[in-house]
């Protein structure tokens, strides 16, 4: 069979990434030289997928402020946020001294510390739903604990999650199930499909310890569940007994007290991670006082919950100093507001030169998509040419803005107005120049 010719436009978009790739490896040889050192020692020269990057990633040596630097000499404006979790910019001072403090008293104490008593405090008052939290180091151990947890208090094993769900490395659910996840005993549901996933409980209802959910899939896309959906998740977890899981480990941020609280929709349990420890790193869960109270070691039969650095003190030092004093209630409002005012500049821009470009998210945390309709899910979400996300992509890096190849952002605390303006009227000039490739 004749092989099938592409098409001109296709050709055109191969040619034009080719031609951003080689200015991209042509301004970045030292990068190029670390990546390629860093893979005698690391499969693909990486230790966190995410980091990785088509040719290859950046090395970066310095942050401050909303600013990165590279090997190479360029200067960024951070408009990755490293994935959330640098919510406070890289040179906070009221973080930076927090972390000194808190070693030069010693870093490795063995015993329970001042600052983790502050911090749980901080969050079960800002949390409306955690009566009681306990602290993990990472969003992954979070999930994974809560599960357990879940498990424990309903003695049932199912879990039910999302198609396009990220909770961490070992509870992934992009392509359904992956070898290495957590073996858990899983039930597949779609994302937003309020009906379907009610169907799916009422028929494993009596088996399901826990329905884990985000209140915006992160990972897929930035795609924020509706109101409705979450709230029939509630109904049907009350209903039968469920653990209700709020994953908000990124959407945390969306108010003083979580997504959850601007949404009017609580669960049961919710994990953190990312920026409430200060930029250290954390994870937590927590929730209800019964379910917590499993964990209790002066209980007659507690659950135990291990981790060496769980309460390690330069991240309780950070997260507490970073909660009551950087990231208020009012802080927390207002990166919610102007999240949502860029968003809807960078869609007005698309949509006055009438690109099939968009913009999903919740406050400050975004994505873009190649795509004119509506997205509720992650198959909504699949771009016909992923080749165009690495455009806009190497471009944006090209012209000093940072940000995943995904095209995945969130800001930080220390973005001026001048940042994103300038980011802006960089993705408005990407546009007039190859915006035929979004027709
Ligand atoms: C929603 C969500 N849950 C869990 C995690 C895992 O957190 P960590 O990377 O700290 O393990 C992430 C990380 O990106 C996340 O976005």
Same mark, same amino acid.
Request: proline share 4%; with cysteine; net charge negative.
């Given at each position: 069979?004749?092989?099938?010719?592409?098409?001109?436009?296709?050709?055109?978009?191969?040619?034009?990434?080719?031609?951003?790739?080689?200015?991209?490896?042509?301004?970045?040889?030292?990068?190029?030289?670390?990546?390629?050192?860093?893979?005698?020692?690391?499969?693909?020269?990486?230790?966190?997928?995410?980091?990785?990057?088509?040719?290859?990633?950046?090395?970066?040596?310095?942050?401050?402020?909303?600013?990165?630097?590279?090997?190479?000499?360029?200067?960024?404006?951070?408009?990755?946020?490293?994935?959330?979790?640098?919510?406070?910019?890289?040179?906070?001072?009221?973080?930076?001294?927090?972390?000194?403090?808190?070693?030069?008293?010693?870093?490795?104490?063995?015993?329970?510390?001042?600052?983790?008593?502050?911090?749980?405090?901080?969050?079960?008052?800002?949390?409306?739903?955690?009566?009681?939290?306990?602290?993990?180091?990472?969003?992954?151990?979070?999930?994974?604990?809560?599960?357990?947890?879940?498990?424990?208090?309903?003695?049932?094993?199912?879990?039910?999650?999302?198609?396009?769900?990220?909770?961490?490395?070992?509870?992934?659910?992009?392509?359904?199930?992956?070898?290495?996840?957590?073996?858990?005993?899983?039930?597949?549901?779609?994302?937003?499909?309020?009906?379907?996933?009610?169907?799916?409980?009422?028929?494993?209802?009596?088996?399901?310890?826990?329905?884990?959910?985000?209140?915006?899939? $992160? =990972?897929?896309? *930035?795609?924020?569940?509706?109101?409705?959906?979450?709230?029939? @998740?509630? &109904? !049907?977890? +009350?209903?039968?007994?469920?653990?209700?899981?709020?994953?908000?480990?990124?959407?945390?941020?969306?108010?003083?007290?979580?997504?959850?609280?601007?949404?009017?929709?609580?669960?049961?349990?919710?994990?953190?991670?990312?920026?409430?420890?200060?930029?250290?790193?954390?994870?937590?869960?927590?929730?209800?006082?019964?379910?917590?109270?499993?964990?209790?070691?002066?209980?007659?039969?507690?659950?135990?919950?291990?981790?060496?650095?769980?309460?390690?003190?330069?991240?309780?030092?950070?997260?507490?100093?970073?909660?009551?004093?950087?990231?208020?209630?009012?802080?927390?409002?207002?990166?919610?507001?102007?999240?949502?005012?860029?968003?809807?500049?960078?869609?007005?821009?698309?949509?006055?030169?009438?690109?099939?470009?968009?913009?999903?998210?919740? $406050? =400050?945390?975004? *994505?873009?998509?190649?795509?004119?309709?509506?997205?509720?899910? @992650?198959? &909504? !979400?699949? +771009?016909?040419?992923?080749?165009?996300?690495?455009?806009?992509?190497?471009?944006?890096?090209?012209?000093?803005?940072?940000?995943?190849?995904?095209?995945?952002?969130?800001?930080?605390?220390?973005?001026?107005?001048?940042?994103?303006?300038?980011?802006?009227?960089?993705?408005?000039?990407?546009?007039?120049?190859?915006?035929?490739?979004?027709?």
């Amino acid at each position: 069979m004749a092989p099938a010719v592409p098409d001109k436009s296709h050709n055109a978009l191969q040619s034009a990434v080719q031609d951003v790739q080689d200015r991209y490896i042509a301004a970045n040889p030292k990068s190029l030289a670390r990546w390629e050192g860093a893979r005698e020692s690391m499969p693909g020269g990486n230790t966190r997928t995410v980091l990785h990057v088509d040719p290859f990633p950046v090395a970066i040596v310095k942050g401050d402020g909303a600013r990165l630097h590279d090997l190479d000499g360029h200067d960024y404006r951070d408009f990755l946020g490293e994935y959330s979790a640098g919510l406070y910019g890289h040179s906070n001072p009221i973080i930076q001294a927090a972390i000194k403090e808190a070693v030069e008293g010693g870093i490795a104490l063995g015993a329970p510390n001042r600052w983790e008593a502050q911090l749980s405090e901080l969050i079960c008052a800002r949390f409306h739903s955690i009566d009681l939290v306990r602290f993990t180091n990472s969003g992954t151990e979070a999930n994974m604990m809560a599960l357990g947890a879940a498990r424990a208090f309903t003695k049932r094993e199912k879990v039910l999650v999302f198609d396009g769900g990220y909770h961490g490395g070992v509870l992934y659910f992009g392509n359904r199930n992956s070898p290495v996840n957590a073996p858990f005993d899983y039930v597949f549901a779609g994302f937003n499909d309020a009906e379907g996933t009610t169907a799916l409980i009422e028929a494993h209802a009596e088996e399901l310890a826990a329905i884990l959910v985000e209140p915006m899939q $992160g =990972s897929a896309g *930035c795609i924020p569940a509706t109101p409705e959906f979450l709230q029939s @998740l509630r &109904d !049907a977890a +009350d209903k039968h007994g469920i653990v209700l899981i709020f994953d908000e480990v990124m959407t945390s941020r969306s108010s003083s007290g979580g997504l959850q609280q601007k949404l009017g929709i609580l669960p049961d349990l919710t994990t953190l991670g990312k920026y409430l420890g200060g930029g250290c790193s954390f994870g937590a869960f927590g929730g209800r006082q019964e379910i917590m109270a499993l964990f209790d070691p002066t209980a007659p039969q507690f659950l135990a919950h291990a981790g060496t650095f769980n309460n390690n003190v330069m991240t309780m030092a950070a997260g507490s100093a970073a909660l009551s004093q950087v990231f208020t209630a009012e802080a927390a409002d207002a990166l919610y507001d102007r999240g949502e005012a860029f968003r809807a500049r960078l869609n007005d821009i698309a949509a006055a030169k009438g690109r099939a470009i968009q913009v999903t998210g919740t $406050g =400050s945390i975004m *994505c873009f998509h190649g795509i004119a309709g509506p997205i509720r899910d @992650l198959t &909504d !979400a699949k +771009d016909p040419l992923p080749a165009r996300g690495k455009l806009l992509h190497l471009e944006l890096m090209l012209q000093g803005h940072f940000i995943a190849q995904r095209g995945y952002i969130s800001l930080n605390l220390e973005m001026t107005e001048e940042d994103l303006n300038a980011f802006a009227d960089t993705f408005a000039a990407i546009l007039d120049q190859h915006g035929s490739f979004w027709a």
